[in-house]
């Protein structure tokens, strides 16, 4: 079965420090990979994606992810962080004939940035 | 945001009762999805649908029933709630399921989630 890693379960960093948080996956098939960010008291929402072409891709807010098939990975990073990037992150997979393209979550990865 | 709307937001229940969360949107999308959001398991899938009258099991989907006859409504039944089921349970649509190389982004829209207490 499918099944999603977040390695980081809390990541506490300070206003400016880059970030990188971890998402691997278990699929070996064609997969679409997903990034989804849930800030306090609200629902998630789409940071950025990836479903085929160039493996370094841009979302929303200066996040990036870069997917390295080989190491079934799609690691999410930004340069500097701001105290409002203060959320809960989550990596989620879906495979290529999933009948209803239902999404598989990671764990979530907890943020928060000291001002 | 995706016009979404979840029903009741918050509800105190008691173990053995009966329980029905709805989710109704106005996208007029095919699939309708409910996960479960708890802490350290992320969110997993409860049961989904890819168009009226059909259904399908997610991974936690024991002790739950879907029901889905219109496109816009898709209901979420505990036919007898236990402690274990308290959660915030979340509802998602899909215009397609963003299959690789196919149309549409994938992209799930959720709302506002429901947070179910029982005791």
Redesign the interface.
Known sequence: ?QSVS?HN?HVILSEAASLELGCNYSYGG???L?W?VQYPG?????LL?Y??GDPLVKGIKGFEAEFIKSKFSFNLRKPSVQWSDTAEY?C?V?A?????????????TELSVKP | DAGITQSPRHKVTETGTPVTLRCHQTENHR?M?W?RQDP??????IH???GVKDT?K??VSDGYSVSRSKTEDFLLTLESATSSQTSVY?C?I?E??????GPG????F????SRLTVL
């Open positions: 079965a977040q379960h064609t997969v679409n997903f989804y609200q629902h998630l929402q789409l994606k479903f085929s989550f989620a879906t290529f004939y999933n009948q209803g393209g239902k999404l598989i979550f990671g764990q979530g | 699939y999805y996960y350290g398991h992320g969110l997993r899938l989904y649908s890819y399908d997610g991974e979340f998602a899909s397609t399921p963003g299959l690789a190389g982004t994938g992209e799930l959720f709302g506002e989630g």
